[in-house]
């Protein structure tokens, strides 16, 4: 079965820039979605179609995807952005979550 | 702009059934679909399937085929998922989340994102 790999966790200082990586085979050619989810909330859509943003969801957020990998980058990060974020693509009809990685706001 | 609520937390016993809901507001589910995700304690995030609301179309992760059903009512606009032959294992947290189609919502490969999603409902079982 397919799968979506992430780090268990980054670590970022506040206004830095915080790249949270998503590794699958042949990712680039699917498009992925990013979801954040704070301690005792349900998860939230950040991220669509690789790089496009809901509406709502501040500019600071962006996303790449290419060849293996996928990339969340939080610029000037700030406390509320830490939480778990996780990667989710589709393959043969199933929606693939990576396993999370939690992004620690130093 | 769509709001979903979730049935209450439940407690089963191994070997037991359970049907959780999740009612849509402020927008019909019609042309959308739900999808089901699942969260054990201190884990991931994993998808259980999911129903379109435009045509009764399912998608079932293989591992739950067999015991789970997961059904709509355009009516009242609510989605259910019901699960059976519980195990310890199947203690989560469980999701509902409208699977967003850039149209209606034909099939599984019509889905574009999962939002928005419930507040989630805890399902527990033991004996």
């Known amino acids: 079965s397919y799968e979506l790999t992430q780090p268990p966790s980054v670590p970022v200082s506040p206004g830095q820039t915080a790249s949270i990586t998503c590794f699958g085979q042949?990712?680039?050619?699917?498009?992925i979605s990013w979801y954040q989810q704070k301690p005792g909330q349900s998860p939230m859509l950040v991220i669509y179609?690789?790089?496009k943003r809901p509406s709502g969801i501040p500019e600071r957020f962006s996303g790449s995807n290419s060849g293996n990998t996928a990339t969340l980058t939080i610029s000037g990060t700030q406390a509320m952005d830490e939480a778990d974020y996780f990667c989710?693509?589709?393959?043969?009809?199933?929606?693939?979550f990576g396993g999370g990685t939690k992004l620690t706001v130093l | 702009q769509i709001h979903l609520v979730q049935s209450g937390a439940e407690l089963r016993r191994p070997g037991a059934s359970v049907k959780v809901s999740c009612k849509a507001s402020?927008?019909?589910?019609?042309?959308?679909?739900i999808s089901w995700v699942r969260q054990a304690p201190g884990q991931g995030l994993e998808w259980m399937g999911w129903?379109?609301?435009?045509?009764?179309?399912?998608n079932y992760v293989q591992k739950f085929q067999d015991r789970v059903t997961m059904t709509t009512d355009t009516s009242t606009n609510t989605a259910y998922m019901e699960l059976r032959s519980l195990r310890s294992d199947d203690t989560a947290v469980y999701y509902c989340?409208?699977?967003?189609?850039?149209?209606?919502?034909?099939?599984?490969?019509?889905?574009?994102?999962?939002?928005?999603w419930g507040q989630g409902t805890l399902v527990t079982v033991s004996s």
């Open positions: 042949r990712l680039g050619e699917k498009y």
């Open positions: 179609d690789d790089n």
């Open positions: 989710q693509a589709w393959d043969s009809n199933t929606a693939v």
């Open positions: 989340a409208r699977a967003y189609c850039g149209g209606n919502c034909y099939s599984v490969s019509s889905i574009n994102y999962f939002d928005p």
């Open positions: 129903i379109s609301a435009y045509n009764g179309n399912t």
């Open positions: 402020g927008h019909p589910l019609s042309n959308s679909g």
